[in-house]
C-alpha cells in the first residue's frame, strides 16, 4: 500500500496537507505496452467518466483520509477527456489544469503528440471569442444563430468550423489558428464558427444546411465587413459534422472542394440512429454507397483522420477513404491518439485545414 503513490512520484501521508500541496495532475508509469495512470480525487465519492474511450472508473478510499484514487491502464498514445462525477454533479479535476470548458479535463500518457498551439485552459477561465459576432435567422433551418467570425492573422481563404460552440467555449480555436498562423504553419484564414442547433436532423446527409451555408451564411459573411475569401473554403468536421462535410463535398461541388474530416460518422444511414446498434450496419453507410456511384472528385482535397483507438469506426473510415481516392480525390490519412474525442483532434484539425490549403 505505502508504494501507491510513492511509483508516481507522490511522497508523505495520503490525504495530510504535504501530500495535496504535491499532487497535481494525473500521472503515468510504464506498463507493459502502455500505461498506469493515477488519478485523484479530494472530498467525497466520486467516479471517472472517460468521453468515449472507457467505461466509467470509479474512484477508491485511502483509508478514512479524504484521498480517493484510481490507477487507471490506458494504451499508448492516448488523449483523452474526462470529469469526476460526484453524487450529485459533474467536475472538472481540480487538480489538472488542463480543461475543456467548466466541468471537463483532458489527459495524456506521455508518448502522446504534442499539441502546440493549444493553451491549456482550466475550469474557471474565460475563453477569448471573436469581435464579430452575425445573426443568422430564420431562412431554411430556422430559429435564430450567433455565428462569430474571426480573421486569424488578418482573413484569407474561409474556414468553416462546424460544432462552432464547441471550438468557441470547449477548446480555443481560435488562439491555436492565430499560432498556428503566426509560426507560419498555414495561411491567414477566416475562422466561421457555425453553430448547430439539432445535429441529427441538420449533419444527416440532407442538403438544407448547405443550401442555407451557401445562400445565406456566405452572403452574411462576405457583407460582415471581416476579410475573407470564399472562393477558397475549407468545411472542417468532427463526428456528424465530418460527415455532413465529405456529403457537402459529393452533392455540392461547386461550394465544397476543401474539407478536414475528423472521425467522420461514415456508420450514417437514414436508419441508423433508429437501431439498437447504430454502428452495426453496412460498413461506410450512405456515403460509402453513394461512393460506389463513382462521382468525379477530381476536385476534391480531403484529409481524413480518426483516433487509433476507435476501432469500431475504423472499418466504416477506412472504406470511406479508400473509395473516396478512387474516386479521384486528392486524399490525405492520418490516425490520432485518441478515441472519439475532440481533445484528440485538435491537433488534426491544424494540421488537416492547412493541408487542404496547400
Not at 52 to 73: I, Q
Not at 84 to 100: C, F, I, K
Not at 226 to 248: C, E, I, K, T, W
Not at 304 to 327: I, S
Request: glycine share 10%; with cysteine; hydrophobic share 45%.
Amino acid at each position: 500500500m505505502e508504494n501507491t503513490f510513492a511509483r508516481f512520484g507522490l511522497a508523505g501521508e495520503p490525504g495530510a496537507d504535504e501530500f495535496w500541496a504535491a499532487a497535481g495532475a494525473p500521472a503515468s508509469v510504464p506498463a507493459g505496452d502502455g500505461w498506469v495512470t493515477l488519478f485523484l480525487w479530494r472530498g467525497s465519492p466520486a467516479t471517472i467518466d472517460f468521453e468515449s474511450w472507457s467505461e466509467p472508473v470509479p474512484l477508491r478510499r485511502w483509508g478514512d483520509t479524504d484521498c480517493w484514487y484510481a490507477e487507471v491502464a490506458m494504451p499508448a498514445r492516448l488523449r483523452v477527456t474526462y470529469q469526476m462525477r460526484t453524487e450529485d454533479a459533474v467536475h472538472a479535476d481540480p487538480l489538472n489544469p488542463d480543461g475543456a470548458g467548466g466541468d471537463r479535463s483532458i489527459a495524456a500518457t506521455p508518448d502522446a503528440p504534442a499539441q502546440p498551439h493549444w493553451p491549456a485552459v482550466g475550469p474557471a477561465d474565460v475563453l477569448p471569442l471573436p469581435r464579430t459576432r452575425l445573426r443568422w435567422t430564420g431562412g431554411r433551418l430556422g430559429g435564430r444563430r450567433t455565428v462569430r467570425v474571426h480573421p486569424a492573422g488578418g482573413g484569407g481563404p474561409v474556414v468553416l468550423l462546424l460544432d462552432g460552440d464547441d471550438w468557441l467555449y470547449l477548446h480555443p480555436a481560435m488562439t491555436a489558428f492565430d499560432a498556428a498562423v503566426a509560426r507560419g504553419e498555414m495561411p491567414a484564414v477566416t475562422l466561421v464558427f457555425v453553430p448547430v442547433q439539432a445535429r441529427e436532423a441538420e449533419f444527416g446527409c440532407r442538403p438544407e444546411l448547405w443550401e442555407a451555408i451557401r445562400d445565406e451564411l456566405l452572403p452574411l459573411v462576405a457583407g460582415s465587413g471581416v476579410p475573407a475569401d470564399p472562393d477558397r473554403l475549407v468545411v472542417a468536421g468532427q463526428s456528424l459534422g465530418g460527415l455532413s462535410a465529405l456529403y457537402a463535398a459529393l452533392e455540392f461541388p461547386d461550394l465544397v472542394s476543401h474539407v478536414a474530416c475528423q472521425s467522420a460518422s461514415f456508420w450514417w444511414t437514414p436508419e441508423a440512429a433508429s437501431q439498437a446498434d447504430p454502428m452495426g450496419g453496412p460498413v461506410g453507410g450512405a456515403v460509402a454507397a453513394r461512393l460506389r456511384e463513382r462521382p468525379d472528385l477530381s476536385g476534391l482535397r480531403v484529409a481524413f483522420d480518426v483516433g487509433e483507438h476507435e476501432t469500431r469506426m475504423l472499418p466504416h473510415c477506412e472504406l470511406v477513404e479508400t473509395l473516396t481516392e478512387q474516386a479521384g480525390a486528392t486524399v490525405r490519412v492520418a490516425r490520432s491518439a485518441s478515441g472519439h474525442d475532440r481533445a484528440g483532434w485538435r491537433h488534426a484539425l491544424l494540421r488537416d485545414v492547412a493541408w487542404a490549403l496547400a
